[in-house]
């Protein structure tokens, strides 16, 4: 997972250097991201079925090696563009295999009986933390040396390729946690869980959201103050960004509570925080604002990503758990658009503005995460009022069960006598 997010994300503070440096329009440099969403959303939605049926690790071996692949295509990109794209296209497929299978496969090797020290919640935090690191060590390794170091549209692949091979060496030797031969569907019903379209949904573009407006709208509305400093400083932010994600992710284990949604309305708040920044580096071009936007917008992607995962670890079953990971990726990518999107609107008007709009849209979603915080827990039918018992009756229920059936009771009978 380390490897496919290192993979991902080197390309990204690149942009300017294949715009400035290579001579491609801003158009094809746009056209390069939209590559990279085209391979990754319909392969977040189809990899869990072929990890149900094929198995975890197979599956994540290809998606690594489509990692390796990748990088290599895109060192070829001084021949001209077809390289780009197509390594673009194959990026997006690894990383979709990074986050729904490779999330799904942490989250049971890290439960009994596999890990049966790990508390609740340490899968979606390990599996978070290593696409979060691997997103922020690939752009900071790949633009420091495009900006210092020799052959920089070559030599930062060489790196992940380098890096890829040695992992590519010890996957095979992992433990899998699903066998193949059973069956893979398609279909995820629990996306029409009221709190998956209540709590998660509002949420979910964010992730990346929160991303693509710190480290790709951010380095452009301050760019007349940074000079021939416009690559560094989109490292930086880039770096900064997912560096305060990753530092974050302990604290949203924490802030997770299994009887409301308190951490990702937290999340949300902190990301209208960092928009609202935003909106002030923006109308002043500060560099240093921006930074500090980036800063805020990474910490909220930090929760927000570690508490969509836990929420939909809660609400799916074993069957559906890669599948529904896939679909709560594929939704968080839909902000990675973003950019775009706010590059076509600022004809009409300024990036100030736009980000003030954002910064509603985000108060409006908090609302209405926050409505319905309480609401249709998973594993309980009682009313919202209810649920913080539901959870303790629970408790109590299956531990009196497990002592009925070490006596030799039934636990059905115990319960017709009672």
């Known amino acids: 997972m380390f490897c496919c997010g290192w993979g991902g994300n080197q390309f990204t503070p690149l942009l300017i250097m294949y715009r400035d440096a290579a001579g491609y329009s801003v158009l094809t440099v746009d056209a390069f991201l939209g590559a990279y969403v085209v391979g990754l959303v319909p392969a977040l939605l189809t990899v869990g079925a072929l990890s149900d049926r094929f198995g975890r690790r197979p599956v994540m071996m290809a998606g690594t090696v489509a990692s390796l692949l990748a990088s290599g295509l895109l060192a070829l990109g001084e021949t001209g563009p077809v390289p780009i794209f197509l390594g673009r296209f194959v990026t997006g497929v690894a990383v979709a295999v990074a986050m729904a299978v490779g999330s799904t496969w ?31 060590l690939g752009a900071g390794v790949a633009g420091v040396l495009a900006q210092w170091g020799p052959w920089p549209m070559v030599l930062p692949y060489v790196v992940h390729v380098a890096l890829t091979v040695g992992v590519l060496l010890v996957l095979p030797r992992c433990v899998e946690t699903r066998g193949p031969g059973r069956a893979g569907r398609l279909a995820v019903p629990a996306v029409r869980h009221p709190r998956f379209r209540r709590v998660v949904l509002p949420m979910a573009p964010w992730v990346f959201g929160s991303s693509g407006v710190a480290y790709a709208i951010m380095p452009q509305v301050v760019g007349d103050r940074l000079g021939s400093w416009g690559l560094a400083y989109s490292t930086l932010l880039t770096v900064c960004t997912l560096g305060a994600g990753a530092l974050v992710q302990p604290i949203a284990k924490r802030l997770d509570r299994v009887t409301d949604a308190r951490a990702v309305i937290v999340s949300m708040i902190a990301m209208s925080t960092g928009l609202a920044l935003s909106v002030v580096a923006a109308s002043v071009r500060s560099p240093w604002l921006a930074l500090a936007a980036a800063i805020v917008l990474g910490s909220a992607y930090g929760i927000a990503v570690v508490s969509g995962l836990l929420e939909i670890q809660r609400l799916a079953r074993p069957d559906e758990l890669a599948g529904l990971t896939g679909v709560y990726y594929a939704l968080a990518y839909v902000g990675f658009l973003l950019p775009a999107a706010l590059a076509v609107l600022s004809k009409l008007a300024g990036y100030p503005v736009l980000l003030s709009g954002l910064v509603l849209i985000a108060l409006a979603g908090t609302a209405v995460i926050a409505r319905s915080s309480r609401s249709h827990l998973p594993g309980s039918s ?8 539901a959870g303790i009756t629970s408790v109590v229920s299956n531990s009196t069960e497990r002592s009925e059936t070490a006596l030799g009771r039934s636990p059905n009978a115990s319960r017709q006598s009672r």
């Open 106 to 136: 942490v989250k049971e090797l890290s439960d009994p009986p596999h890990d049966p020290d790990a508390g609740p919640g340490t899968g979606a935090r390990r599996a978070a933390l290593a696409l979060t690191v691997g997103f922020g």
């Open 382 to 389: 009682l009313p919202a009022s209810s649920a913080g018992n």
